[in-house]
């Protein structure tokens, strides 16, 4: 294990004086070893971390990011020169308070923003891996942030958090480290990918492979990118990040830029000139390969299928405490999917608590500014950081 | 056990009188399960001042919020269907504070507490105190007193009882009673006799700890 100075990025820099982050280099005889059978190796984890790690090394709090995100949580983006995904929650005197905790946030193996992923040089060939890296899933990802979290020295953290694909993570971590997670928050989350969920990926992957230029996922020695395919993918999804209600307050039948429609196939409405603009705006900062990878690994999440199909196996003797939350318009997540992790919960006898938060706002609302989910998150990460006596 | 927040709570005088009687039955550092917590008040307290471990269940999902708000654990469901997904003997105390009148089924309620908690606080509004047998008798008309606040047609309260027609039901869950209080105009507490018929009459509400015999 080496630490690099400096993680590589796939893009150029948009804000090269912000903070790049750090890289952790896992040599040959460190390799992940995969749920696949394979091995990753070498592979390097690229992450951020944010505040300072006290001197017992107890106010660590691990921040799992969802597909699109990656490690830059809060502050600037170096590439995109966008604030980062949750810099609304952390921060200096924010609800992740930075003075008080030491945050972590690594890119997930198999993502695009530093960490070892489809769009990098496999060392056995010096070219892309494209579609020769192999499968990875949730279980991988936490194995690698494990390795992570030895190698920062920290036996415990008081918080797993994380939203969506990041909330599998938390319920990973929970399974496979009890000890080390003292307590866990997965929002907006299952654990399992329902038939609905994997049908709208794999619509999005299929978009991507039909791209003429996504060449079998060799795109990048060709010097293309299948960028038409990608942005589908994402206009796709991002559909189902959002909700019907929402929709209709934000956009309604309103037309772009013009008085009437055009008996054509511009973009008349102003939903498909926003979801058109969520689709560029995404190509430019997400490896395509990427998007299949990511999403085949939230596909394979059942954390109960792994513990004989009983959910509450999963949490056996655990002594974390836990918090979930769900939104009442999130239908890629439903209520009902975290209510059943709650559930096994309960019958595991573990310390949780669940809150659904009404919203129409739909799965993204864990990304947004939702009071009662920061009274909640606030409410919750206080309770445990007394207990562990953090200031 | 002392793993819960080091902070001094409420003192019990700053809670309900019927609640600080219920906290003062409960051993420090326990494991305890509020069904229908409310807002909090009483797992607070014991949690904040009593080292208990507490967690809570609650229907009303802005209460649930407003609880973990607070840092305590609590999840929202309901007590006719919920409970059956709790595991044995897992709890010191199961608390049902003021809410068994309002389950649909309380003879299964009942049972199922005493299957989770190894012992088992009730308490609830006495339908027989002489304000309410007076309030029929002479209106003709529903009672609707302090402590039953509600109409008929709007009330939560569909399955009031008296103190004797409690102790029948927990005669036939297989309980035995190791206290009885009576509530005395919502503001003292007092322990009564169950099988006596005054506090029927005189007792505003009750409060039960029960175990399974």
Known sequence: ?391 | MNREIPVAGKPPSALRPDLAAIAEMIPPGTRVLDIGCGDGSLLEYLVRSKGVDGRGLELNQHNVNQCVARGLSVVQGDADTDLAEYPSGVFDVVILSQTIQATEKPSYVLRELLRIGKHVIVSFPNFGHWKVRLSLLISGRMPVTKTLGHSWHNTPNIHLCTISDFLELAHEAGAKIEKALALIDNQRTRIMHPNAWGPNIFAEGAIFLLAKK
């Open chain 1, 1 to 391: 294990m080496s630490d690099a100075a400096h993680p590589n990025f796939l893009r150029p820099l948009r804000a090269p004086a912000e903070n790049r982050g750090h890289a952790l280099d896992f040599g040959p005889g460190q390799p992940l070893v995969l749920d696949s059978g394979k091995r990753l190796s070498p592979f390097r984890i690229a992450y951020m971390t944010y505040g300072t790690l006290n001197a017992t090394r107890s106010n660590a709090v691990l921040i799992c990011h969802a597909i699109s995100g990656d490690q830059f949580v809060a502050g600037t983006h170096p590439v995109t020169g966008k604030p980062g995904w949750w810099n609304n929650v952390v921060g200096p005197g924010k609800i992740i308070d930075t003075n008080r905790f030491f945050v972590i946030c690594a890119n997930v193996v198999g993502g695009c923003m530093g960490t070892t992923g489809p769009g990098e040089a496999d060392p056995a060939t010096g070219e892309p891996y494209g579609l020769s890296f192999p499968i990875v899933t949730i279980r991988d990802m936490v194995r690698a942030q494990a390795m992570l979290i030895d190698a920062l020295g920290i036996e415990q953290l008081l918080c797993v958090i994380g939203g969506s694909m990041g909330g599998m993570q938390v319920l990973q971590w929970a399974a496979s480290y009890p000890d080390r997670v003292y307590s866990a928050m997965p929002l907006a989350t299952g654990a399992r990918h329902s038939a609905q969920n994997i049908a709208f990926h794999e619509v999005g992957r299929q978009a991507i492979m039909a791209d003429p230029d996504w060449r079998g996922g060799d795109y990048a020695l060709a010097g293309v990118r299948p960028a038409k395919g990608l942005a589908v993918a994402r206009m796709a999804a991002h559909i189902t990040y959002l909700s019907e209600a929402a929709l209709q307050r934000k956009f309604g039948r309103e037309l772009q830029d013009r008085d009437a429609l055009s008996f054509g196939f511009d973009a008349d409405f102003q939903i498909e000139s926003y979801l058109r603009y969520q689709g560029m705006t995404f190509v430019d900062r997400f490896d395509a390969n990427s998007y299949l990878y990511l999403t085949r690994a939230m596909d394979y999440f059942d954390l109960a299928a792994d513990y004989g199909g009983v959910l509450a196996e999963a949490f056996r003797g655990t002594k974390s405490r836990f918090c979930l939350v769900s939104f009442t318009s999130d239908w890629l997540f439903p209520t009902s999917e975290n209510k059943r992790i709650a559930h096994a919960l309960n019958a595991a006898g573990a310390n949780v608590s669940f809150v659904e938060i009404e919203s129409d706002r739909g799965h993204d609302a864990f990304l947004l500014d939702e009071p009662e989910l920061f009274d909640t998150m606030r409410g919750f990460l206080g309770a445990a950081a007394a207990v562990k006596g953090i200031g």
